[in-house]
């Protein structure tokens, strides 16, 4: 692109700061409202900073069980990113090494995934998780948000461990290594940059899930945080301060992870789809 | 193919001795296919499973309390006979359609944007994602509270225009929600695009300046092809993705969307959760499932066409 930085480009850069725009607004709003305090946030100019903001609607949220729900947003992504990129790890080291039809076919099937939204097996999971007494526990989040985040999670990995070169497998093998020693010594740690993408990216997905959560969990225990800035909704009804602190304090955990992986959040988020 | 590969080594067993050594450990030191297990097993639970199981469930009556019965196709006429399957259908095509339109041009002009090298647009590109790192849940609440026709940035601000009924007038709702769905995922795709763009050998844009190209030429003659698997890529995800939109239509509309938004997945929700019709429910599961794969498929024959042309055309 060197050649379009020696012509200045005034209509892209209009049209890119008009964006900037559209996208800043609201997240602007939504932080400054959330320091308003509750009575005379409306009569207040709403896109002006508050005259005397409070930190009232954040203790509020504090207050109504916000960090059980965290907790429970942490379980169930760490839980779910663990085992799915370990799993995902080890079928990726089978997918590029074997050369039996059962790797090649399980590729194929495990990309065939890629296709089927996750929004059509809500009220058969429904059904299978009654059955299976999981209904309103972690577990019914966590075990079909690992089913959905395998097969691109797989796609990144044998994209990745596609590149590690043939000799180094071979002359561990000619070491006498096996299969486990081969994948804990050399896959691992050579893959881990692709790990660290595909685990920042699966943790994003999860973090934000919503219809599993909506479905297949019902109790206050269970609630993870998507799930509680709807109820809050419905608690705090009119009280747009707490509601948006809500907001705020539920994004600051990924905006953090977001901070100190961007980079590898980035590359996750084209690395599936722009091969 | 494995009978092939495998038969060679056993012929070859009276060569000597190290060698057959050395090919049977390469062979059999495969890593095992049990390996893939845990993954295929998961997957297979959890993702496959389901799909059967909806489409068993679509041929049975099903109130979610007490057990399934047999209703032979029932479902499948009486809810693809139904108005608001008919108006799911006719809505999910008009939002599918209608946010592609909005959101390819956008996303192709901030991607190609993005792309330029200045610093000023790295740090755009990193507030322009910001978006993304927000659930859906976080985005429909803003927009609920900025849109609010009595306490939100309308009445606030005194400006009129913004103050109408926008979540509850049918067809403001729609786009609305067209424009929230651009909002949320412009980002990703502009992502896409500014990686395809990236993509480009610099010589072609040289060679583009050189023969005094302007912006539009150099735009249509060399970046438009180049990017043409990229384009097809962003198409298939946004159209999916814009097919199965719930969460936020779910949260704007407080749980109860009029049939102004009610697009298939919303209906399917309503049909199954609230209306507890578990197999109406099902039957627009599998539609919806089929309509994604009619999608990717289409599109992934269609573009057979543009994968058979040279992305280095032209050089």
Redesign the interface.
């Known amino acids: 692109m060197s050649v379009q930085s020696r012509r200045p480009n005034v209509l892209g850069a209009v049209g890119g700061f008009v964006w900037l725009a559209v996208i800043i607004v609201p997240i602007y709003y939504v932080v400054i409202t959330s320091l308003r305090r509750q009575e005379g946030y409306f009569t207040d100019n709403q896109l002006l900073p508050p005259s005397n903001p409070t930190l009232e609607s954040y203790a509020l949220v504090l207050e109504r069980g916000f960090l059980l729900y965290l907790g429970n947003s942490v379980i169930v992504t760490v839980a779910t990113v663990a085992v799915t990129v370990a799993v995902s790890l080890m079928a990726a080291f089978v997918i590029v090494r074997s050369t039996r039809w059962t790797a090649r076919v399980s590729f194929t099937l495990l990309l065939m995934g890629l296709a089927i939204p996750l929004q059509a097996t809500i009220v058969p999971l429904f059904y299978m998780l009654s059955k299976a007494g999981l209904y309103d526990s972690l577990l019914a989040i966590i075990l079909p948000s690992i089913g959905f985040a395998i097969p691109v999670t797989v796609l990144i990995l044998v994209n990745f461990v596609r590149d590690i070169p043939k000799e180094l497998f071979e002359s561990m093998r000619v070491d006498g290594s096996g299969q486990w020693r081969i994948l804990w010594s050399l896959v691992f740690p050579l893959a881990r940059p692709a790990i660290v993408t595909v685990a920042v990216y699966d943790a994003l997905t999860v973090w934000n899930g919503f219809l599993f959560a909506l479905v297949l969990t019902q109790s206050p225990e269970n609630r993870v945080l998507p799930l509680s800035l709807w109820t809050f909704q419905g608690e705090f009804n009119v009280n747009v301060p707490g509601i948006m602190a809500a907001v705020v304090l539920s994004t600051l955990p990924i905006l953090a992870l977001y901070i100190l992986g961007r980079r590898q959040l980035v590359s996750g988020m084209t690395a599936g789809f722009s091969k | 193919?494995?009978v092939l590969?495998r038969a060679p080594e056993t012929i070859s067993s009276p060569r000597p001795l190290h060698e057959t050594a050395v090919k049977g450990?390469?062979k059999k030191?495969?890593?095992?296919?049990l390996?893939?297990l845990?993954?295929?097993v998961?997957?297979a639970?959890?993702?496959?499973?389901?799909?059967?199981?909806?489409l068993y469930?679509s041929f049975t009556r099903?109130d979610?309390i007490s057990d399934?019965t047999w209703a032979g196709f029932d479902n499948w006429f009486r809810i693809l006979a139904s108005d608001s399957f008919v108006n799911g259908l006719m809505l999910s095509v008009k939002v599918v359609v209608i946010s592609w339109l909005v959101q390819t041009p956008?996303s192709l002009?901030?991607g190609?944007?993005?792309?330029?090298?200045?610093r000023y647009?790295a740090v755009?590109a990193?507030?322009?994602?910001?978006?993304?790192?927000?659930?859906?849940?976080?985005v429909a609440?803003?927009?609920?509270?900025?849109l609010d026709p009595n306490?939100?940035?309308g009445?606030?601000?005194g400006i009129p225009w913004l103050r109408q009924d926008w979540l509850g007038d049918p067809d403001l709702i729609l786009v609305i929600v067209i424009f929230i769905i651009a909002?949320q995922f412009?980002?990703?795709h502009s992502?896409?695009y500014q990686?395809?763009?990236?993509q480009i050998p610099?010589s072609l844009?040289?060679a583009?300046?050189l023969d005094g190209a302007n912006?539009l030429q150099?735009f249509v003659n060399v970046t438009w092809p180049q990017i043409r698997n990229?384009v097809v890529?962003s198409s298939t995800?946004m159209l999916?993705g814009s097919?199965?939109y719930?969460?936020v239509i779910?949260?704007l509309t407080?749980?109860v969307p009029g049939f102004g938004i009610r697009i298939l997945?919303v209906d399917?929700?309503l049909t199954?959760?609230a209306a507890n019709d578990?197999g109406g429910?099902?039957v627009l599961?599998?539609v919806?499932?089929a309509l994604?794969?009619l999608i990717?498929s289409g599109i992934t024959s269609f573009s057979g066409f543009a994968k058979m042309r040279s992305q280095q055309e032209g050089m």
């Not at chain 2, 030191?29 to 296919?33: K, L, R, T």
């Not at chain 2, 990193?126 to 976080?138: G, K, N, R, V």
């Open positions: 193919m494995s590969t450990r390469l030191d495969e890593p095992s296919s390996l893939l845990p993954a295929l998961l997957y639970l959890f993702v496959v499973v389901p799909l059967a199981v909806a469930l099903w979610a399934p956008i002009f901030i190609v944007f993005i792309a330029g090298k200045q647009r755009l990193t507030l322009f994602f910001l978006p993304l790192i927000l659930s859906s849940a976080a609440l803003a927009f609920k509270s900025i306490f939100g940035l009445a606030s601000l909002w412009v980002p990703f992502l896409l990686a395809g763009v990236r610099p844009f040289e583009a300046e912006r150099t990229t890529t995800i999916v097919l199965t719930f969460d779910f949260v407080g749980g997945p399917m929700y199954g959760f578990m429910a099902s599961a599998m919806l499932v994604g794969l990717a």
